[in-house]
């Protein structure tokens, strides 16, 4: 099997892929980025924490037209992941506002974006109907 | 050096025709409205003591010194500023608040752009990955992320602000957005300074380019040429000048600047709604007024997915009432609270450091009873506001001189 590397460090790879984010240990607040603080309350201490891999669709939108070199139409949403809150592509599913629906339930799927030129494929990720 | 103002009034303003202006550069367009600022206001650049000068495209080469290389280089201190979409408010801004701190009795504020034929002004464009994977940035990205993580593109940005909001409250959808959208170009066939003036039909509206669902292209706001620019007085100085010049003025009943506070989906999605409502709060307090109160509203279309949200922001409507708002009418030139009788973004354009400034013009214009075949009869209190994201957001409210 080749080697794999996530496209953002916040996805875990394995067997079961998941996202992970920085969690304030003072606030809470969740962040997916390297942090220098705490954006809500200032500190600066973080542990990780595992994201739900399920949740619910909160906004999406059909992007038809697109920066040079980026395929189209792909579906962008703001998942709600047990109250995280995740930017991910809807896959796996037809990019028209029949079968994508706000408030549609959703589960990570990875899938590879590419393989370089050591025959290492990066790792994306998306969120894909539950049980459809 | 004089005291601080209690009062802050317009004087003079101007903004240029939005539109392509392909035989002007960014100074000439800036010389143009802020030469009219002067004129409209009865004063000459050696009368200001502060320039606040906006430019977003081309931030770093000090727009408001090649402004004074062409029109008079008085020695004042010029602030440029670039702020996003904000940019033209935030310029305003800076001039207030030399005068309201008394630094100055007079000070002037222009925002300038060149954006025609520019298209999408975001979005990572995508070239051949090769070589080998290698993780930079803040998310240890191998690859570009925008159009695999969600989508960068303000059009779609936008969408799903617009759709959230529907997420939440319910009653939006394709037609009812494109329904605003139909409203903003319908009021733009009565500005002549307006990029785009042509009427079009919801199903003109909806059958046109899909950009990002729910948002096709006339449904954005329109990249375009233009300037805009103001002199802002005190209330102390105002009283020594001209009836008409004192008729004529208008006040400046609130000036705010916000920025967006930590939410928990913020930086996920750009949260346009906090910051905005934080905004109009506190403009409301510092004016003496309330939504009720206002006559007209010039607020930031950016997309028609982004005039719904704001109409709650702004508390135009009650919370979560924005879709019934708008179904009742109360937008429309005819309506209860008329908002961008300009056109708005979507068809007067947006040329970005501009905004801010010109629809502070457009709420002036009205209160000044000149605007024409538009005019808002008896408009007496408006208010403009503006959002970049980022983010950032302006609200003036605006007054009617009694004098």
């Known amino acids: ?58 906004a999406f939108t059909i992007v038809a037209f697109a920066a040079p070199g980026v395929p189209v139409p792909y579906v962008a949403a703001l998942v709600d992941c047990g109250g995280t809150s995740v930017r991910a592509n809807l896959i796996n599913v037809e990019p028209d506002p029949e079968h994508v629906t706000l408030g549609m339930k959703v589960r990570l799927a990875t899938e590879v974006i590419g393989t370089d030129s050591n025959d290492t494929e990066a790792i994306g990720f998306g969120f894909e109907p539950l049980g459809g | ?135 930079s940035g803040r998310y240890g990205a191998v690859a570009p992320v925008d159009g695999r993580i969600g989508t960068e593109i303000m059009p779609g940005v936008f969408a799903q602000i617009g759709m959230e909001y529907g997420h939440k409250y319910g009653g939006t959808s394709f037609e009812l957005f494109a329904r605003i959208s139909e409203k903003n170009h319908s009021h733009s066939t009565l500005n002549p300074l307006a990029a785009y003036t042509k009427k079009m039909s919801l199903e003109e509206i909806m059958g046109d380019i899909m950009i990002a669902y729910p948002n096709t292209r006339p449904m954005c706001s329109a990249n375009c040429d233009g300037a805009a620019a103001a002199v802002v007085v005190s209330g102390a100085k105002l009283k020594t000048l001209s009836l008409e010049q004192q008729r004529r003025a208008v006040k400046i009943s609130a000036s705010i600047l916000t920025t967006d ?60 009432g924005a879709v019934d708002f708008f179904n009742s009418g109360a937008t429309w030139r005819d309506g209860k609270t008329p908002v961008n009788v300009s056109g708005g973004l979507e068809s007067k354009g947006h040329p970005i450091a501009a905004t801010g400034i010109a629809n ?29 994201l980022g983010s950032a957001c302006g609200v003036h409210i605006l007054e009617k001189s009694a004098a």
């Not at chain 2, 606040?52 to 000090?62: C, E, I, S, T």
């Open chain 1, 1 to 58: 099997m080749a080697e794999q590397i996530p496209l953002v460090d916040y996805l875990v790879l394995g067997n079961e892929p998941h996202l992970e984010a920085n969690e304030c240990t003072a606030c809470g607040a969740r962040f997916f980025d390297r942090r220098n603080a705490c954006a809500s309350c200032g500190k600066n201490d973080f542990t990780k924490v595992d994201i739900s891999t399920t949740g619910e669709v909160r």
């Open chain 2, 261 to 320: 506070p930590w939410e928990e989906s913020c930086q996920i999605l750009p949260d346009v709604n906090t910051l905005t409502r934080n905004a109009a709060n506190q403009a409301y307090e510092q004016a003496g007024v309330g939504p009720e109160d206002l006559n007209l509203v010039e607020l930031h279309d950016c997309f028609a997915t982004a005039e719904l949200v704001h109409y709650d922001n702004l508390m135009l409507c009650e919370v979560g």
């Open chain 2, 1 to 135: 050096m004089t005291s601080a103002s209690d009062e802050l009034w317009i004087l003079g303003i101007h903004m240029t025709k939005f539109g392509k202006h392909p035989d002007m550069d960014l100074v000439d367009l800036a010389s143009e409205a802020v030469s009219g600022a002067l004129a409209d206001g009865g004063v000459e650049m050696k009368d200001m003591g502060v320039i606040g000068a906006g430019n977003l495209m081309a931030a770093n080469a000090g727009i408001g010194q090649q402004l004074q290389k062409q029109l008079g280089q008085t020695g004042i201190p010029v602030y440029n500023v670039a702020n996003a979409c904000a940019t033209g408010a935030t310029a305003l801004r800076v001039a207030a608040m030399a005068v309201k701190a008394g630094e100055c009795d007079m000070g002037l504020a222009f925002g300038v752009e060149k954006l025609s034929g520019a298209g999408l002004l975001s979005g990572g464009s995508r070239k051949d990955d090769g070589g080998t994977w290698s993780p």
């Open chain 2, 360 to 388: 502070v013009w457009e709420v002036a214009t009205h209160l000044r009873g000149e605007a024409g075949d538009r005019q808002i009869q008896g408009a007496k209190v408006g208010l403009t506001h503006v959002i970049g």
